[in-house]
């Protein structure tokens, strides 16, 4: 068995998902679970729609009619067979009238509580895979198609719900295996979890975490994450154009990257893959010939040089001055209860005899109430990780690298694989600019 999973982009429209399709097609003999993210911006418009449909009726129309209509051009779109699109075509006008029904009960309640916009950005998943289990059975592929509804058990903190490994381990193992007895490959959602019944969904970009459940539970060969890039570059390929694919990562490394801004795998995928060992491949499905990356519990031999460097923008890096006749401590412990208090993220934390550093990464308007009777300063910042070997003169060429610019701060991780540099955000371009021309 292996786990594969099909990001927005891989599903996005006719020609993606056929694509896709065939690359299920020719791995089918590994009885593959694949799990579907829901076509590309169909989430950010289910998100639009969650609060336009309380406060302005007229756009949430314009975005329900735009989400209708995608599904069903993406039906028109696809070359299958006549007996084929008319199951499609009953199966996705069923699915539209199970949305615009739960639309109607919002509508009437006049709100939109966290559990049902949960159920509300679920339809995106559910409408790609309904369209994309008839996709393989056109290609005579005996494709399931399984509520992961049934699979992913979770709390029910809608919105980003915590997977209950164990739980959906059991359901897993209960369901998927008799079905694969008898059926080629299964088809599942990515994201959509639930509790007591009630649908929850796992934050976003959480169908890569979706795969990795799968595959931990189930105890698959590898989880394959098909996205549109050619695997994990030395920094993003938006950002610097000269990035390259990085052949091998660790766990550990490829945690730090993510945590820090590298979209191309969410940070808690690593997670059920460590527990069990299992290798993860990120591969890009419009390039399948591509060996793109393969991510491992065993560490690598040293390449003697930095490997990557990514760049989580839009934080807020605070810096709080500490009263002559105060101790810092004494101040650190006035404000950070309250920050934790508000589920506010502390990324870094420096203390000193005259001043507390953190950085975060949420609205301004959320820490500035609970620094008020305390004199700071911020600035919008970005954090970079750079991906280091232990050697002592990779460390000095980042850091050389970098020595014209105004940096925030430079702290170098305790596991010695990561150097993390707070940088002001308008800067963030040209520095990993200037940090990538030292992997490269
Ligand atoms: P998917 O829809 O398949 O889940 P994502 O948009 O979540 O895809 O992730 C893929 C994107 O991640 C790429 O298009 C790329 O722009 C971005 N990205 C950011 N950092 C990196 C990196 N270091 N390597 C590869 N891609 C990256
Ligand atoms: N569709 C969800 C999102 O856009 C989950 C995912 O794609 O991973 O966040
Ligand atoms: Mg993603």
């Known amino acids: 068995m292996i786990v594969m999973k099909f990001g927005g982009t891989s599903v996005q429209h006719a020609v993606a998902m056929s694509q896709s399709a065939n690359i299920v097609t020719s791995q089918s003999a590994q009885k593959p679970i694949v799990v579907l993210s829901a076509c590309s911006g169909i989430t950010n418009k289910l998100v639009q729609l969650s609060t336009a449909i309380i406060s302005n009726h007229k756009f949430a129309d314009t975005i329900i ?5 995608h599904h069903r051009t993406v039906v028109r779109e696809l070359s299958v067979r006549e007996e084929i699109r008319t199951q499609l075509q009953v199966a996705v006008e069923q699915k539209i009238e199970e949305f615009t029904t739960f639309l109607k009960g919002i509508t009437l309640l006049k709100e939109c509580t966290p559990r049902s916009t949960d159920t509300l950005l ?5 409408f790609s895979t309904s369209i994309f289990t008839y996709l393989l059975q056109n290609l005579g592929i005996k494709a399931v198609f399984v509520s992961a509804k049934d699979c992913i058990k979770t709390t029910r ?11 959906s381990k059991q359901s897993i193992l209960q369901i998927i295996p008799t079905i694969l007895e008898k059926a080629d490959c299964i088809v599942t959602q990515g994201f959509v979890g639930s509790f007591e019944g009630i649908t929850t969904t796992l934050g976003r970009g959480g169908s890569d975490f979706s795969a990795a459940v799968f595959g ?8 394959q994450i098909w996205t549109d890039v050619s695997g994990v570059y030395t920094t993003d390929p938006r950002m610097v154009p000269s990035a390259t694919t990085i052949p091998q990562l660790t766990f550990d490394e490829i945690r730090d990257l993510s945590v820090y801004g590298a979209k191309v795998l969410h940070p808690e995928t690593i997670l059920p893959a460590v527990k069990s060992s299992i290798p993860v491949k990120v591969l890009n499905t419009f390039r399948p010939e591509d060996k793109g990356t393969v991510i491992h519990t065993i560490p690598m031999k040293s390449i003697g040089k930095a490997k990557a460097v990514s760049a989580l923008k839009q934080c807020l890096t605070f810096s709080i001055f500490v009263p002559i006749e105060q101790e810092s401590e004494e101040v650190l412990h006035q404000i950070i209860p309250k920050l934790q208090k508000e589920g506010i993220p502390i990324f870094i934390l420096t203390l000193t005899e005259s001043c507390i550093q953190f950085t975060t990464n949420v609205a301004l308007e959320d820490v500035l109430p609970l620094l008020q009777n305390v004199k700071y300063l911020f600035y919008k910042t970005s954090l970079l990780c750079v991906l280091i070997e232990s050697q002592l003169s990779t460390r000095s060429s980042i850091i050389k690298s970098i020595e014209s610019f105004d940096i925030l701060q430079v702290s170098i991780n305790s596991s010695e694989h990561s150097i993390v540099v707070i940088c002001k955000e308008e800067d963030t371009v040209p520095i990993v600019t200037a940090i990538h021309a030292t992997i490269i």
Do not use: K, P
């Open 216 to 223: 931990y539970a189930l105890s698959t060969q590898e989880i």
């Open 122 to 126: 679920s339809f995106g998943e559910f």
């Open 157 to 167: 903190d809608f919105g980003r719900a915590i997977v209950d490994y164990e739980a």
């Open 65 to 69: 009619a735009e989400i209708i209509e």
